[in-house]
Nanobody, 127 residues
C-alpha cells in the first residue's frame, strides 16, 4: 500500500503547479483523498478533498478559487492543480487516503480520519 506525492517545486508568485498523488496496492475508487500541507512552524492543515466517486469536493477557504482537485482518467491518481500561488502557499504538501464514509466527508480536514499518507512534496513560492 503506497501513496506517492509528486510535482512540487519552486514557483514564482502568481504561478501554477500541479501536484499528483499516485496510489498503489489498494483500490483508490473506495477511498477518499485529502490534500494537506504543513508550513515550517505551523500545524498540518487540510487543503482539499475529493470523495471516492468524485461526487464531493471541498477546499480550505484560503485556496478556494485557486486550487482544483480531480482524479485522473485511470482513477488511480489524484491531482491538485494550484494556480495564482502565493508566498503563504509555501509548505510540504501531503496526500492522504481514507475509506469513504459520512464522518470523513463531514470533517475531511482532520488528518486523523485518514489511513494512508504519502511522503510529501515541497512547494516553494518565491520570487
Amino acid at each position: 500500500v503506497q501513496l506517492q506525492a509528486s510535482g512540487g517545486g519552486l514557483v514564482q508568485p502568481g504561478g501554477s503547479l500541479r501536484l499528483s498523488c499516485a496510489a498503489s496496492g489498494f483500490p483508490l475508487h473506495d477511498y477518499a483523498i485529502g490534500w494537506f500541507r504543513q508550513a515550517p512552524g505551523k500545524e498540518r492543515e487540510g487543503v482539499s478533498f475529493i470523495s471516492s466517486r468524485e461526487t464531493t469536493t471541498d477546499y480550505a477557504d484560503s485556496v478556494k478559487g485557486r486550487f482544483t482537485i480531480s482524479k485522473g482518467v485511470a482513477k488511480n491518481t489524484v491531482y491538485l492543480q494550484m494556480n495564482s500561488l502565493k508566498h503563504e502557499d509555501t509548505a510540504v504538501y501531503y496526500c492522504a487516503a481514507g475509506r469513504d464514509r459520512f464522518m470523513l466527508r463531514r470533517r475531511w480536514e482532520l488528518h486523523g480520519q485518514y489511513d494512508y499518507w504519502g511522503q510529501g512534496t515541497l512547494v516553494t513560492v518565491s520570487s
